[in-house]
Antibody
Framework: ELQLVESGGGLVQPGRSLRLSCTAS????????LSWVRQAPGKGLDWVGF??????????EYAASVKGRFIISRDDSKNIAHLQMNSLKTEDTAVYYC????????????????????WGKGTTVTVSS | EIVLTQSPATLSLSPGERATLSCRAS??????LAWFQQKPGQAPRLLIY???NRATGIPPRFSGSGSGTDFTLTISSLEPEDFAVYYC?????????FGQGTKVEIK
């Protein structure tokens, strides 16, 4: 069974840091790019960032709202990706999902025409004093 | 960034009825559009990609159409499990953006 499991969420004070993890099983994790998406309470979906597979450089892209504060990394030997969140703000409060990018060919380079086909159940991050 | 506007915000229908959901982009996204379904307390589920291709395991009552700036998700005959929130997402230009969602509720 294809599966992604997020962990590491919790309550954190503004300005502090938190690291989320996304553990994969049921597929060759290293072959795929991965995205992070968040959802604030009662709100819609908000794309956070993306990491390419190592074949295509393992490089990252970020939404403007988190660029310079959040860092996505991956350890293919452990089938795990991380979302390091620094300088947290109250508006970062959300459920954070990781999602596999469906296609593993050259579309990974631009991300155009790739889609999130496997999602974890999410982990909740609350930023509050 | 590309803004996706979904309409209506809420659709009140009965089981067995046809649902038609709209997603309009602020600029052309070609056919690089996906539709997701989300039920309360659950993760989103990919329904449609490339505007009209059903994802694995998605029943044929779900269909997508459109290109450029105007897209439609149609559910031909609503089943009880289809009452949920539906989001469109463009995968044409960074940053990837989602519409604000359409809630399909039981009338």
């Amino acid at each position: 069974e294809l599966q992604l499991v997020e962990s590491g969420g919790g309550l954190v004070q503004p300005g502090r840091s938190l690291r989320l993890s996304c553990t994969a099983s049921g597929f060759t994790f290293g072959d795929y790019a991965l995205s992070w998406v968040r959802q604030a309470p009662g709100k819609g979906l908000d794309w956070v960032g993306f990491i390419r597979s190592k074949l295509y450089g393992g490089t990252t892209e970020y939404a403007a709202s988190v660029k310079g504060r959040f860092i996505i990394s991956r350890d293919d030997s452990k089938n795990i990706a991380h979302l390091q969140m620094n300088s947290l703000k109250t508006e970062d409060t959300a459920v954070y999902y990781c999602a596999r990018e469906m296609f593993k060919g050259k579309v990974v380079i631009t991300g155009v025409g790739n889609y999130m086909d496997v999602w974890g159940k999410g982990t909740t991050v609350t930023v509050s004093s | 960034e590309i803004v996706l506007t979904q309409s209506p915000a809420t659709l009140s229908l009965s089981p067995g009825e046809r649902a038609t959901l709209s997603c309009r982009a602020s600029q052309s996204v070609s056919n690089y559009l996906a539709w997701f379904q989300q039920k309360p307390g659950q993760a989103p589920r990919l329904l449609i990609y490339d505007a009209s291709n059903r994802a694995t395991g998605i029943p044929p009552r779900f269909s997508g159409s459109g290109s450029g700036t105007d897209f439609t998700l149609t559910i031909s005959s609503l089943e009880p499990e289809d009452f949920a929130v539906y989001y469109c997402q463009q995968r044409s230009k960074w940053p990837w953006t989602f519409g604000q969602g359409t809630k399909v509720e039981i009338k």
